[in-house]
């Protein structure tokens, strides 16, 4: 057998239960709204990009940004005709993380529900034990 060939065998297997795969981020439906209408207008991003920055007292900070193109790493996410591309650095921090948005009478901003995340300092600011 040549080094270049490699075989496979495939067999049909019965009675064995599908295991459900967490997605790396879901968006709430108010989410997928706001991201709409942030794109509205830009017509030449194609998305928005999370990524993940050390900050605050000993945690990690979530960055938002609009994109143009999907990076060679970045994860896509597609939900309700909205794509969101996560970096490969925040790729781990956000498996099974919620992305809402949430407005209220003083402030409007983007929440991760993270079940990751063990704590926040008193900046706000997540860190993960």
Not at 28 to 33: C, D, F, Q
Not at 44 to 63: D, F, I, P, Q
Not at 101 to 112: G, I, Q
Request: proline fraction near 3%; charge should be positive.
């Amino acid at each position: 057998m040549s080094a270049s060939l490699v075989r496979a065998t495939v067999r049909a297997v019965s009675k064995r239960k599908l295991q459900p795969t967490r997605a790396a981020l879901t968006l709430t439906p108010s989410a997928v709204h706001k991201i709409k209408l942030l794109l509205k207008d830009k017509p030449e991003h194609v998305g928005l990009k999370v990524g993940v920055r050390t900050r605050g007292c000993n945690g990690l900070s979530y960055t938002l940004e609009y994109t143009k193109t999907k990076g060679d790493s970045d994860e896509e996410v597609v939900q309700d005709g909205v794509r969101v591309f996560i970096e490969k650095k925040a790729q781990l921090t956000l498996l099974g993380t919620e992305m809402d948005y949430v407005e209220d009478k003083l402030s409007s901003e983007f929440v991760f529900n993270n079940p990751n995340i063990k704590g926040t300092c008193g900046c706000g600011e997540s860190f993960n034990i």
